[in-house]
Each structure stands twice: as structure tokens, then as C-alpha cells.
């Protein structure tokens, strides 16, 4: 088509693809975005920054600011924040339970929250295990002792450890998940366990004073069995189907962490991986395929093969100590510890490596942070409260994912 009215060179106009003469002799106008021309039609070739073309119509171009207020378009067109609200294109968490006494470690189970409420170090308020439904309804004490300190669960019981200021030292408890009788599982331990799991016929705890790996039977306690001694401080720890993990590390200092595995009876215990950066090892979390993820003191998130093959760092960001880091079927979350420089952050990373979110930040700007679960529609999390406070001001929360 001619367009400039020069006969010299001739129809020199493609309308048929160019956004200057698209159709006709008249330019595409796309708001916020750059344009094109798909057969003589005005298209969207690419979104302007913090913008995106959520209603698929190129007429009034990328019509959304998905960095703002928009609820249903937070971030991305179609990430809604599910009763949350969104600010600068982040999805803001939904207080479910506050006033908590020091929250900690938490599993989320057909849409009922758990949660270990530690107790404030100067045990003017009990410990608990406590639970609420993902609406916020609901709220219940399951279970309340001196001190609480660690939680695993399978589909009907929650398991913990704590300590009852009585004669028989630390314990392993369970208690159902719709509340009744606490049954003392183990007694008259000597040392606090950090970290606690199971699996079908047994509950794996660590005792990190103490240096030790145990297991006893889920049923009634019986069958006590020290499975590893002589560990160094081992904390998190997690019996999967590729068999027993945990974490040892140094009570004090930066450095000689390691991440161990053994059989389900303890057996072939051997290093799994002895981080490449010989750092403080934190929290981990294994995938469906038996990937394991690790989060290092100042050295990021890294990521072992099932055989333990293949150490490699996959991100840069966040590390708290002593946490669990969870999976679901596409990503792993973890926590950006803030506890001596606050704010934290929930970072988010595809198991594939791949980067869903800015950063790897899913939600940044919270409070200390004690514990991250999930399930397939939110990221659930404490925050342990302040100091200020005698961290009776914990609470627990949800943000969309």
C-alpha cells in the first residue's frame, strides 16, 4: 500500500506485518506494550515491564498493571492471592492465628494447619501443639506441655518432642489429629530433641545435645533403638522413602555441617554429601524423585541427586538456621533468615532450576520467620515473635503461592 503518497517507490507499506501500517495505512496503537501486525492485525509482540495482557485482547494492549493492587493479577495475569490482597504485585499473607507463644516448625494436612507453639524462653506460658483450618476457623489446643520443640505427622497423628519440668526429662508424644489423650511415646531422655519424623512403624528423633539418632515404634514406644551416636549436633531430619537423613552441625562457628544418610534400622550410615562450601548446613527437603535440596549458611540453596551425585549450588538466596525447607510437585521453599537483621524472606525455586518468581522471592518483608509448609494452593508460615514482646506476639500465616 502506498502510505507516504510518493509514487516513486511504489506500495512500499506491508500491512500485512507492519505495526506502523497494519491493516491500513494507520499505525497499531497497543497501550503499554510494543506492537506488532499478524496479517493485518494489531498484536502485542511484548508487554511493557510490570505490565501484562491479562483480558488476551490486543485492542487495549497490556491493560494491567500486575505490579500493583490488582488481587486476581498479582505479579503475572492469573495469579490471584486467594483472599489476600497484593501490593506492588506481591501477594500479602492472611493472619490465621496471632498472639502465639513463640510458633515454630509446621505441617499443613487436608487443610488443617499445625504448629508448635515453643513457649517463650522464660516459660511464663506453656508449649503446645496447636492447629487451625486454612480459613483461620477453628482454632484448637491439641496438646500443652512445659516446652514444645519439634513436630512430623502422617494422616491421623501429630508426633513432638518437648519436656514436662517434671521428673522424666524429655519426651516423644503423639496425640491425634482431632485432639484427645497425649500419650507419652518415650520418656526420661536426657536431652531436647530438635528434630522429629516418622514413617508407617516408627518416629525418628535427633537429640543434638546428646549426639544421637533414635527410633522407637509409633504404636506404643516400645522397641527403642539408638540408631547413630557420636553426630555432631544433628537437628533436622526426615525419614523418606530413600531412606533415613539428617543434619549435623557444629554448636557454634560457620562451617562443617554435613548431611548424613542411613537405612531405616540405621544401618550403612555414611556422609550424603559434605557441602562443597564446608558450611553450616540449615534445613533440607527431598523431592518425589529423592533430590535433595540443602539451604548453607551464606552460601545459598544446593541441590544433590538421589545417589548423591551432581553437589551443586542452584541459588544464592536466604538461609535460616535450623529450619526445615519443604517441596511441593514443582518447587521448593525455603526461608531468609533475618533473626539478627529483620526482615525476613520466603524465597521459592523450580526443582528444575527454573526462577517463578523475581529473586526467588515469593514474599519478603516478614517478621522472623519459624516454619514453612504447603499444600497445593498456599505457603504457610510462623513468625516467632519479638523479644520486645517475650515472643508472645508470634503468629501464623498464609500467602497465595
Not at 490482597?85 to 509446621?106: F, M, S
Request: aromatic share 10%; charged share 10%.
Amino acid at each position: 500500500m502506498n502510505c507516504d503518497g510518493v509514487s516513486s517507490n511504489g506500495c512500499e507499506a506491508d500491512t500485512n506485518t507492519d505495526p506502523n501500517h497494519c491493516g491500513s495505512c494507520a499505525a497499531c496503537s497497543v497501550p503499554n506494550a510494543t506492537a506488532a501486525c499478524n496479517g493485518g492485525t494489531c498484536a502485542i509482540a511484548q508487554c511493557n515491564s510490570g505490565y501484562g495482557d491479562c483480558n488476551n485482547n490486543a485492542t487495549d494492549g497490556c491493560e494491567t498493571n500486575v505490579l500493583g493492587t490488582d488481587a486476581s493479577n498479582c505479579g503475572a495475569c492469573g495469579h490471584g492471592c486467594l483472599g489476600g490482597t497484593c501490593v506492588a504485585g506481591q501477594c500479602q499473607p492472611v493472619a490465621l492465628a496471632t498472639a502465639q507463644p513463640y510458633p515454630g516448625q509446621i505441617v499443613v494436612n487436608n487443610g488443617v494447619v499445625y504448629w508448635v507453639n515453643q513457649g517463650p524462653p522464660t516459660r511464663t506460658v506453656a508449649g503446645a501443639i496447636m492447629s487451625i483450618h486454612s480459613d483461620g476457623t477453628g482454632q484448637q489446643t491439641l496438646s500443652s506441655h512445659y516446652e514444645v520443640d519439634a513436630l512430623s505427622n502422617d494422616a491421623t497423628t501429630i508426633y513432638f518432642t518437648g519436656y514436662d519440668n517434671d521428673a522424666f526429662g524429655y519426651k516423644v508424644f503423639k496425640v491425634l489429629m482431632t485432639g484427645g489423650t497425649t500419650t507419652t511415646l518415650v520418656k526420661s531422655r536426657s536431652y531436647a530433641a530438635k528434630g522429629i519424623s516418622n514413617d508407617a512403624a516408627y518416629v525418628y528423633w535427633s537429640e543434638w545435645e546428646g549426639g544421637t539418632v533414635l527410633q522407637a515404634s509409633l504404636v506404643d514406644g516400645s522397641s527403642l533403638a539408638t540408631l547413630e551416636t557420636g553426630q555432631a549436633y544433628p537437628y533436622a531430619i526426615a525419614m523418606t522413602a530413600w531412606g533415613l537423613y539428617w543434619v549435623t552441625n557444629p554448636i557454634s562457628g560457620t562451617t562443617g555441617g554435613s548431611i548424613w544418610h542411613a537405612n531405616e534400622d540405621g544401618t550403612g550410615a555414611a556422609q550424603f554429601v559434605a557441602p562443597a562450601t564446608s558450611a553450616l548446613v540449615s534445613g533440607f527437603a527431598l523431592d518425589s524423585a529423592g533430590n535433595l535440596f540443602y539451604q548453607t549458611y551464606s552460601q545459598g540453596i544446593w541441590r544433590v541427586a538421589a545417589n548423591g551425585s551432581g553437589n551443586a549450588q542452584i541459588s544464592t538466596g536466604g538461609f535460616n538456621l535450623y529450619v526445615n525447607m519443604v517441596t511441593d510437585t514443582a518447587n521448593v521453599y525455603w526461608l531468609g533468615d533475618g533473626s539478627s537483621n529483620p526482615p525476613d524472606t520466603i524465597y521459592c525455586q523450580g526443582l528444575n532450576g527454573t526462577h517463578p518468581r523475581t529473586n526467588d522471592i515469593l514474599l519478603a518483608n516478614q517478621s522472623v520467620l519459624g516454619g514453612v509448609a504447603v499444600d497445593a494452593s498456599y505457603v504457610y508460615f510462623t513468625t516467632s515473635g519479638s523479644s520486645a514482646n517475650n515472643y508472645l506476639d508470634g503468629a501464623v500465616y498464609r500467602v497465595a503461592k
